[in-house]
């Protein structure tokens, strides 16, 4: 499969998962037990996005930075323990 056949298959697996969490809350938001089983759910196929998102011209890189960076906040923060 290539890469841009990647990218939309992984943006559905995405946006299949994160219409679930939105179904399922209320007002309130999500615990972070919630919320890191949902982003450990998607890093893989966030992956796979940074590379089809890299591809776009002028904003491509930028965009792929800062989605990096999230990236690394999550990672911190649910590698804590899940109280």
Do not use: W
């Amino acid at each position: 499969m290539d890469s841009d056949a990647n990218g939309l298959e992984a943006l559905t697996a995405i946006e299949t998962r994160l219409g679930r969490l939105e179904k399922n809350t209320d007002l309130a938001l999500p615990s972070k037990k919630v919320l890191c089983k949902e982003y450990l759910q998607i890093r893989e196929h966030l992956e796979d996005v940074l590379f089809f998102v890299g591809a776009l011209p002028v904003v491509g890189q930028r965009v792929v930075k800062t989605i990096r960076f999230v990236m690394q906040v999550a990672d911190t923060a649910c590698s804590q323990p899940l109280d």
